[in-house]
């Protein structure tokens, strides 16, 4: 038997003998993965070395801190594990500076949000802060200071064009602690205005400019929002979560590739950088002391054995394969949308640059959510989503979006993604929303079977995890 498979049969063992549901949960995801086409644009299969990373006592330890300063004793193999991936990801993108601790996108986001505060925040109109830093007040000078929080302002791309909720939204704990301005985009091309953004920016005066998105599908140039956010005296923060991997695998360069044009990126390591579940942070020497408090500022103790599945996934990312990988995730995304738009489906910005397109069902005269759950019966699982302008708002909305990282790590290639558009526009055009309904429709099962099986017939050449028999 192989490593891979004794070493994932061993552990479900010794899951087993305490809990055997939870083993069988374990075994039955990676049935249910295997059988079904993943199309959710953040989402991916990480290899069996960055899985295998995480399961071990490096979970055990507690580590707040940072790298040789930590809260605790005993940390030098968590030192040694942080190390290796700040190395990684310094080398993988070019940065001056990694921070790896942050457990999720939102985790890091909220570690740029305080660094920028923390770096920026001044507060010379409250007289008895002059020349305070915000990391040495008490509770009391906090409270006040909660105050003129209120009245720092977040400029980041709106919700329905491709926004990402942590970017200044109500919802989130961004939105209460910053002031938020959306920009969108242009109604005709589906693209960023970066001159309606110029002139949004200036008339708001941002402390923070967030470039980035969530299912927006376009490159996004990153130089013009960078000379935006200097003619403002904005700091330039991109969450890059959607496409660390092309930004890894170079497929997003010079005026595309964050890294070079804003002050800090964010970053998951899940999506199309196809790691553990997780964050970081990239920046330069400026924001780097500010970053480094994030850990206890507004993150708990470090997950060391993520943290070496970072390691892993980030070294991973950096041989030459990974570059092939990322150039095949956009070229299969351009042939699904091409497949889409030849049999007459209405995409947003007309096609895309990326890992995702965004599919407008309004024409099929469906919601999101009924396209959605009727692309799910048939096999194909993709997420609803917002469309710009979107009139059925954020919970049914319009569109669809759909991404290319899972299947093109699969080994899918452009001659299947033109299949899988021939199955989703089947399926879109044989659903008939129920009358009066946002949720509800009638899709022939027979039909939905038929799209079912074509789906696991096409996968049935691409095995996920080959190397992984559970017996
Ligand atoms: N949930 C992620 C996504 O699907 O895009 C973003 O947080």
Not at 87 to 116: C, K, M, T
Not at 428 to 448: F, I, M, N, V, W
């Amino acid at each position: 038997m192989n490593a891979e498979s004794s070493a994932f049969r061993s552990a479900l063992e010794v899951v087993r003998t305490i809990e055997p549901r939870i083993a069988d949960a374990i075994a039955k995801e990676l049935t249910d993965q295997r059988e079904s086409l993943k199309l959710i644009a953040s989402e991916n299969y990480a290899s069996p070395a960055v899985l295998l990373a995480m399961g071990n006592w490096l979970s055990d330890k507690y580590a707040e801190g940072t790298i040789g300063r930590r809260f605790y004793a005993g940390c030098q193999n968590v030192d040694t594990v942080e190390s290796v991936a700040t190395e990684h990801a310094r080398e993988l993108f070019g940065a001056q500076y990694a921070y790896v601790q942050p457990h999720s996108g939102i985790d890091a986001n909220l570690v740029a949000y305080w660094a920028i505060l923390a770096d920026r925040v001044e507060v010379p109109y409250l007289k008895k802060f002059e020349k305070r830093q915000v990391n040495d007040l008490n509770d009391a000078e906090w409270a006040e200071l909660r105050a003129a929080f209120g009245n720092q302002r977040m400029l980041g791309m709106s919700l329905d064009a491709g926004g990402h909720l942590t970017h200044g939204f109500r919802p989130n704990i961004s939105g209460k602690m910053f002031d938020q301005r959306s920009y969108g985009v242009d109604p005709a091309t589906g693209q960023i205005d970066y001159d309606a953004l110029r002139a949004t920016a200036k008339e708001f005066k941002p402390l923070v400019i967030v470039g980035g998105y969530s299912a927006y599908p376009r490159k996004v140039n990153f130089r013009t929002m960078r000379e935006i956010a200097d003619e403002v005296g904005a700091t330039f923060m991109v969450d890059m979560a959607h496409f660390a991997g092309l930004v890894a695998g170079k497929v997003f360069t010079g005026d595309f590739d964050p890294i070079p044009h804003a002050h800090i990126v964010t970053t998951t390591t899940h999506k199309s950088l196809r790691g553990p579940r997780g964050g970081a942070v990239l920046c330069g020497p400026e924001l780097s002391d500010q970053v480094d408090r994030g850990c206890p500022m507004v993150l708990g103790g470090p997950l060391a054995h993520v943290m070496a599945a970072k390691a892993i996934a980030f070294a991973e990312a950096r041989q030459p394969s990974f570059a092939t990988y990322a150039q095949q995730i956009v070229a299969n995304s351009q042939a699904l949308a091409e497949g889409l738009a030849r049999r007459g489906v209405q995409l947003v910005s007309g096609g895309t640059d990326n890992h995702l397109v965004l599919i407008d069902v309004h024409p099929f005269g469906l919601t999101g959510r009924q396209a959605e759950q009727a692309l799910l019966d048939s096999g194909i699982v993709t997420n609803r989503n917002a469309i710009p302008q979107d009139p059925n708002g954020a919970w049914y909305t319009s569109g669809i979006r759909v991404g290319t990282p899972a299947l093109t790590s699969r080994g899918l290639g452009t001659t299947e993604m033109d299949q899988i558009a021939e199955l989703i526009h089947t399926v879109l055009a044989q659903t008939t929303p129920a009358e009066g309904s946002k949720a509800k429709y009638t899709l022939d099962p027979a039909l939905s079977d038929r799209v079912s099986k074509q789906a696991t017939e096409l996968l049935a050449d691409y095995p996920l995890y080959p190397s992984v028999d559970l017996g």
